[in-house]
């Protein structure tokens, strides 16, 4: 079994940066891949950005592109989402997700899901 633990959340003005931390703890595989999706209230939950955990592949929102990144840290299992020049169409709970398939930007593809931290950005 596979447990996320996100964090890194927070209230942030418009224009300002927050990154997000997820750690992977449990049953990791080398062939897991890592991702960040997002739920505003009222909206459907939103695919973000996620990578192979071995690197070489990476996707983004066209709505992050250029803004957000991803990155991951192997030795500590934790994979971070760096958020600048933050929206606040940016505001939602942010989801980190992990799964044993392919490299993939739909959420029916992730198997494990964390609980979740809000980031929200004033006007």
């Known amino acids: 079994q596979v447990q996320l633990v996100e964090s890194g959340g927070g209230l942030v003005q418009a224009g300002g940066s927050l990154s997000l931390s997820c750690t992977a703890s449990g049953d990791i595989f080398s062939w897991y891949s890592m991702g960040w999706f997002r739920q505003a209230p009222g909206k459907k939950r939103e695919f973000v950005s996620v990578?192979?955990?071995?690197?070489?592949?990476?996707y983004y929102a066209d709505s992050v592109k250029g803004r957000f990144t991803i990155s991951r840290d192997i030795a500590k299992n934790t994979v971070y989402l760096r958020s600048n020049s933050l929206e606040p169409d940016d505001t939602a709970n942010y989801y980190c997700?992990?799964?044993?398939?392919?490299?993939?930007?739909?959420?029916?593809?992730?198997?494990?899901w964390g609980q979740g931290t809000q980031v929200t950005v004033s006007s």
């Open positions: 990578m192979a955990w071995f690197g070489g592949i990476t």
């Open positions: 997700a992990a799964t044993r398939q392919r490299v993939g930007t739909t959420d029916d593809l992730f198997e494990y």
